[in-house]
Structures are given as C-alpha cells and as structure tokens.
C-alpha cells in the first residue's frame, strides 16, 4: 500500500496572484512510513518545533521585526520569542490607533501564520526547511508526482477543465500509472489519496475521484488507486506539510528560478527509463526548465511505450 500525500501552491484561479499553480503528490509506501515520519519528527525537535506546522512559505519570510532587536542571533530560543511578541504587539496596537483596518487584519493573520517559528533567525529557517528537503530526498522509495500549470499557457488555449481540474486529474493517472508499472507484477499495488482538508477542494476532488473509479480518467483506469481522497489537518499531518514543501519549491522554481530546494525534491520524482514521468511542467513546447528537459528526456533503455506521452497533452 502506498500513501499519496497531495498538496498545492498557488492559486489555481486565471489570474491569480502567481504565474504557476502546481499540485503535488508524495507518495511512500507504508513500510516506510514510521522511519520517515521519525526523522522529519527529529528535525523538528532540533529546532523547537515539535508542535509547529512545518509551512514552507511562511517560514521562509523575513520577519522584519527580528532585525529590529539588537543582539537578537545571541539571544536564547526564549528571549528571542519574548522578543518578538513584545514588538508585535506594540505593532499590533499602532495599526489599531491608526485605524488602517485592512493593513491591521493583514498583519494580525501574517503574525499568527507565523508564530511558531518566532524563536528562529531567517538564516536557521531557510537552513531547517533544507534539511527537511534534503532528508526527503534521501527517502529512496518515495515518489513525487505533480502537475506544474503555467497559467498563461493554459489560458491561451480553449480548455475544457479548469486549473484544478487538470492538476488533479493528472496527478491521479501519474500515481495509478506508478502503481501499475511499479514492482514485479507478482501482486498488484495500492494506493490511497491524503489530502489537506480544504473545503472546496475536498468536495471537488471527491466528486472527480467518484467519476474517475467509473469511468477512468482522460489518460487511464483507475484500479489501483482506493476511495475518494481522505482529508486531514495539515496541522497535524506531517506528510502533507512535507507535500507542501514540495509544491512550493517547484513553483519557487518555475517562477523565480530558486533551484536550492527544487532539486533536492525533484530528485524524488517519478523516473522511467530515464525520463522523469511523473512531473509535468504545462508549458509552451519551447519551455527548457528542468522539469521538461527531464520529462522528454530520451528513454535510455528501449521501452516500447512511454507512459509520460500517452499522459501529455498540449
Ligand atoms: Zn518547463
């Protein structure tokens, strides 16, 4: 049995406020899953973070009042906490006196996203987020699956589905094709969807997966994967924090070229026959990122269909 933890990063709407939505999946089968939920769990501990939420994007931001306290990197865990909650709150206060409403709420969610991580300088977030990366890196049976949209390209073309629809539609007949293909073929493989409990997607994705079981998604059947996804707390769900990094070091990839995090998890995506099948960058033809130099790369055995092309459209 093989667990897919799915997760985004993005917005999947046409604008949006980002150029990329990517869907990713994890997958790992449950013989590992104990070994490698204890060793994020250690990481957690090094840096105090055992009950905190591992979010990847809002660890990764500066916090400008930590430059604001003199000595602060000398400080202990505690001080700095201390700290930081003393100028937030006076920060707090101001913006109420002002009667900026809007910048008031935007800075309250931002200071709550964010308490956690409090007690860390920027320098030893960024450093705790790429020992995560590159600990998952190291896990040799897991699986990135993710379908990368260009917004701009896709919305340049007449569509059926949207955004969304697409992501997951794809990420689900990369994972089944996995299972299929994956193994001796001595006994068939399993697989079940875990997903951050979101609302609307939770009903959509449900809706969607009942229909792909009937009547198989656009690209295959679906006889390996189990149930409709099962949606959890991503507060208190490991994986799906893990996933979550993911997604967000493609898309941190595909619009501003960061690459630090992104080969450290693209080293987990899906390979066969030299080709990493199992991520797609939805892109112009012209596009040279890695993900699609990666995904045509030419198969270096002789396979005689490619399931990366029966998956692709354009
Ligand atoms: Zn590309």
New binding site residues.
Partial sequence: MYLCYIDESGTSSIPGNTSHYVLAGLSIPIWDWKQSDRSINELRQKHSLSEAEIHTAWMLRKYLEQDRIPGFEAMSYQKRHVAVEQKRNAELLRLQRSNNTKHYRQTKKSYSKTADYIHLSYDERVAFIAEIATCVSGWGSARLFAE?I?KIHFGAGKRRKSVDEQAFEQVVSRFEQFLENSGDGSEKRYGLLIHDNNQTVAARHTELMQRFHVAGTLWTKVENIMETPLFVDSALTSMVQIADLCSYAIRRY?ENGESKLFDMVFARADRRGGKAVGVR?F?PKS???????A?RASSERSEPVQQALSLDET
């Fill in positions: 990368c260009d595909l960058h892109a596009c040279r990122c890695k993900i699609c130099s995904h």
